[in-house]
């Protein structure tokens, strides 16, 4: 028994709960926590609460309810709707993890006495870094890039060497965690239950109808609302009389235009950043980046400013689709470097 006090952010799901159940064997003591975060999907906090309770009971652990919804809103909620009503891509996983998870409920946990936070993220730390989990296919890394990197001390990720589907198997073994077992992943946005456009038309008219211009600025065509796109994306739009595939390559949100290109002119080989969260400190180096989650990792050159405010990587290859407000995250081989939020790119 090591007697360290761990708390754990419980959300319901299978990950967190055989995140719990994992550390209680390594002997850790397990405190559990589930954070409110937005009344967006009707019985979504019932349910969740209905199956952290079943765990809580089995391992004989309490854990606390934490109201977060105002803080979430402004912080996460808020940012995403105004992302794209500016006409940007934001990525609101990445500031939920910095300002909500390993901010207000790590500070929770701290307050409460706690040695450790853990999460069922698929990712890993050794304190000064984040890494890649073992299973590559639900790697999370990416979305940790923004945390601040004075809690990555206090920090454990069990599910770091674990797959996926051997998770699921420890939760089908026991009784009391095979319905947690069973469930489907999580949606990936927490309060998106459909498609993003449906949280947009609560607060906004998406349904705006505008032209689609090329790249001389010449009216090719129509869109249905400037909202409904992010760069790259090829469908959804009326050109006329084109017989090849058109992607989106900018989106005007004060004149409710896009821009499509061929594919080939989508190449990007330079982008600035800002919102800089570094865990080294070289201001010029070589390294990989992900310009968007599911992106592969491209080799490139950083520049980091003497102020600090912002970076240029260029690309050693060019890169299709890169969206401004998506995070660039830095990688040297497994470990995360840092990362910073897209401002702007070009050829």
Same mark, same amino acid.
């Given at each position: 028994?090591?007697?360290?006090?761990?708390? @754990?952010?419980?959300?319901? !799901?299978?990950?967190?709960?055989?995140?719990?159940?994992?550390?209680?064997?390594?002997?850790?003591?397990?405190?559990? @926590? *589930?954070?409110?975060?937005?009344?967006?999907?009707?019985?979504?906090?019932?349910?969740?609460?209905?199956? &952290? #309770?079943?765990?809580?009971?089995?391992?004989?652990?309490?854990? #606390?309810? +934490?109201?977060?919804?105002?803080?979430?809103?402004?912080?996460? *909620?808020?940012?995403?709707?105004?992302? *794209?009503?500016?006409?940007?891509?934001?990525?609101?996983?990445? &500031?939920?993890?910095?300002? /909500?998870?390993?901010?207000?409920?790590?500070?929770?946990?701290?307050?409460?006495?706690?040695? =450790?936070?853990?999460?069922?993220?698929?990712?890993?730390?050794?304190?000064?870094?984040?890494?890649?989990?073992?299973?590559?296919?639900?790697?999370?890394?990416?979305?940790?890039?923004?945390?601040?990197?004075?809690?990555?001390?206090?920090? /454990?990720?069990?599910?770091?060497? =674990?797959?996926?589907?051997?998770?699921? $198997?420890?939760?089908?073994?026991?009784?009391?965690?095979?319905?947690?077992?069973?469930? $489907?992943?999580?949606?990936?946005?927490?309060?998106?239950?459909?498609?993003?456009?449906?949280?947009?038309?609560?607060?906004?008219?998406?349904?705006?109808?505008?032209? %689609?211009?090329?790249?001389?600025?010449?009216?090719? !065509?129509?869109?249905?609302?400037?909202?409904?796109?992010? /760069? !790259?994306?090829?469908?959804?739009?009326?050109?006329?009389?084109?017989?090849?595939?058109?992607? %989106?390559?900018?989106?005007?949100?004060?004149?409710?235009? &896009?821009? @499509?290109? $061929?594919?080939?002119?989508?190449?990007?080989?330079?982008?600035?950043?800002?919102?800089?969260?570094?865990? &080294?400190?070289?201001?010029?180096?070589?390294?990989?980046?992900?310009?968007?989650?599911?992106?592969?990792?491209?080799?490139?050159?950083?520049? +980091?400013?003497?102020?600090?405010?912002?970076?240029?990587? #260029?690309?050693?290859?060019?890169?299709? !689709? %890169?969206?401004?407000?998506? +995070?660039?995250?830095?990688?040297?081989?497994?470990? %995360?470097?840092?990362?910073?939020?897209?401002?702007?790119?070009?050829?």
């Amino acid at each position: 028994m090591n007697n360290k006090k761990i708390m @754990v952010g419980l959300s319901g !799901g299978v990950d967190s709960s055989v995140t719990a159940y994992l550390l209680q064997k390594e002997g850790y003591e397990v405190q559990g @926590v *589930y954070m409110k975060l937005h009344n967006v999907i009707e019985g979504y906090h019932e349910k969740n609460l209905e199956a &952290i #309770d079943k765990v809580a009971k089995f391992l004989n652990i309490k854990y #606390d309810i +934490i109201d977060l919804t105002q803080k979430f809103k402004k912080e996460v *909620y808020d940012y995403f709707v105004n992302g *794209y009503i500016d006409g940007i891509t934001p990525n609101p996983c990445v &500031i939920c993890n910095r300002d /909500i998870k390993f901010g207000a409920m790590f500070d929770f946990a701290m307050e409460k006495g706690c040695d =450790y936070l853990a999460t069922g993220h698929y990712a890993n730390t050794d304190g000064k870094f984040i890494y890649a989990a073992s299973d590559k296919t639900k790697d999370q890394s990416y979305f940790l890039g923004q945390i601040n990197k004075k809690v990555l001390p206090s920090l /454990i990720f069990p599910m770091s060497k =674990y797959t996926k589907e051997e998770i699921r $198997k420890i939760a089908l073994d026991i009784p009391q965690f095979k319905a947690i077992g069973e469930k $489907k992943d999580s949606q990936e946005i927490c309060f998106v239950e459909g498609v993003y456009t449906d949280i947009l038309k609560l607060h906004t008219n998406i349904e705006q109808k505008g032209d %689609v211009k090329d790249e001389e600025g010449n009216v090719v !065509g129509h869109h249905k609302g400037y909202m409904h796109y992010t /760069i !790259g994306k090829r469908r959804g739009f009326y050109v006329h009389g084109a017989h090849d595939p058109h992607f %989106v390559k900018s989106i005007d949100a004060k004149s409710n235009t &896009i821009t @499509v290109c $061929k594919k080939e002119n989508l190449a990007i080989n330079k982008v600035e950043i800002n919102n800089l969260n570094m865990f &080294i400190d070289s201001k010029e180096f070589e390294c990989r980046v992900k310009l968007r989650f599911r992106s592969y990792p491209a080799l490139c050159k950083v520049v +980091i400013s003497e102020d600090e405010k912002i970076a240029t990587i #260029d690309l050693y290859e060019p890169v299709l !689709g %890169v969206a401004n407000g998506q +995070i660039a995250v830095f990688y040297d081989e497994d470990k %995360v470097l840092g990362s910073g939020e897209i401002i702007s790119s070009a050829k």
